[in-house]
């Protein structure tokens, strides 16, 4: 089972939160986690982002792998190491 760690959106209209899960890679975007590691208001001013660090690395070192916006939550939060810029791609005409 390829597992992801992605935001679920909860909230009403025009007021969005996150809750950082770790779901199974096929499943929907707001179907049954497997297991909740955090929260995300991006209203507030700043950001708000509470994760449980230790779970993120047990699943991090499990193999789940996060989405990009997740990833850089992580790297704000320093469980992630900072990456280098990543190559551009240039596209064949």
């Excluded at 708000?48 to 790297?75: H, K, N």
């Amino acid at each position: 089972m390829a597992t992801r760690i992605r935001l679920k959106r909860i909230g009403a209209k025009k007021q969005p939160q996150y809750r950082v899960v770790v779901v199974d890679g096929r499943a929907a975007r707001d179907g049954r986690p497997l297991e909740e590691i955090g929260h995300h208001n991006p209203l507030t001013d700043p950001p708000t982002t509470t994760i449980d660090a230790d779970r993120a690395r047990y699943w991090l070192g499990c193999g789940a792998q996060p989405s990009d916006t997740v990833a850089s939550l992580l790297r704000k939060a320093g469980i992630l190491p900072p990456s280098a810029k990543a190559p551009v791609v240039e596209e064949a005409s």
